[in-house]
């Protein structure tokens, strides 16, 4: 029997993944190219995210401040965009805005001040989302639905950030399209009053094709890609 290399191992992920996203694109009368794929790396070590980006992934997604920085340090030199999609304290505002592109955890007032403070004094422009607690719980991360319209506005006003668009989790427990379906709308709603806050940030390894059906612009996946996660233990 041949020994299967890791390269292989994630290429095949790809492959699957990318037939994955071909077909729900295909369901849902959608380009490919309207798609960012972000490959999350997170408990995964730099060399799978070089390995990634020699099969042509662009865009790298972590969740924890400290593996981040170490990992972006790693991979110095592949011209990667990097998303920080996990929850963010404001005392790691500093260190975040200092590798990331995109932050797509925004969900507090404070946060927002921080992000635009560090920015500005890196000479930085960081893309932010709002995160949404699709089931109004923002213990896990996310703002309630009710309060997108005032951190957007916060976002749209502060310098060195710019306003993306939205994020957020399915919630464990509903169909996720219904949950992408208030997303959606939730996604109308900010772009009408910010014509260029245009992404969605939606879709997981788990729930892709209905990410996909109700207008995800940007997909995170993790476990489809690089297999599944050992427990963390923290
Ligand atoms: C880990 C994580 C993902 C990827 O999840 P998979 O199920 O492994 O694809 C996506 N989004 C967030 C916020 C995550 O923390």
Not at 45 to 67: F, H, I, K
Not at 114 to 130: D, F, K, M, N, P
Not at 193 to 204: L, Q, W
Request: proline content about 4%; some cysteine; hydrophobic content about 45%.
């Amino acid at each position: 029997m041949t020994e299967t290399t890791r390269r292989d191992e994630i290429a095949a992920g790809l492959a699957e993944v990318e037939a994955s996203i071909a077909e729900a694109c295909r369901a849902a009368g959608r380009a490919r190219e309207e798609l960012t794929l972000i490959a999350v790396s997170k408990t995964y070590p730099a060399s799978d995210v070089r390995l990634l980006a020699a099969l042509g992934v662009t865009d790298v997604g972590e969740n924890r401040d400290q593996e981040a920085s170490a990992k972006v340090r790693e991979c110095a030199g592949l011209d990667l965009t990097w998303h920080f999609i996990g929850q963010l304290q404001t005392n790691k505002a500093r260190s975040v805005v200092g590798y990331a592109d995109v932050v797509h955890s925004v969900d507090r007032p404070r946060l927002v001040t921080a992000l635009s403070q560090e920015a500005v004094r890196a000479g930085r422009e960081i893309t932010c989302l709002v995160q949404v607690a699709l089931d109004g719980d923002p213990g896990r991360g996310g703002a309630r639905p009710a309060d997108v319209a005032a951190l957007a506005e916060a976002l749209a006003a502060a310098p060195g950030v710019r306003l993306g668009g939205v994020m957020a989790v399915a919630p464990l427990g509903e169909e996720p399209g219904r949950a992408f379906a208030r997303l959606r709308e939730i996604a109308q709603v900010m772009r009408d009053a910010h014509p260029g806050a245009d992404v969605i940030s939606a879709g997981m390894s788990g729930d892709m094709s209905e990410a996909i059906a109700n207008g995800a612009t940007h997909l995170r996946v993790g476990t489809a890609l690089l297999g599944r996660r050992k427990p963390l233990v923290r």
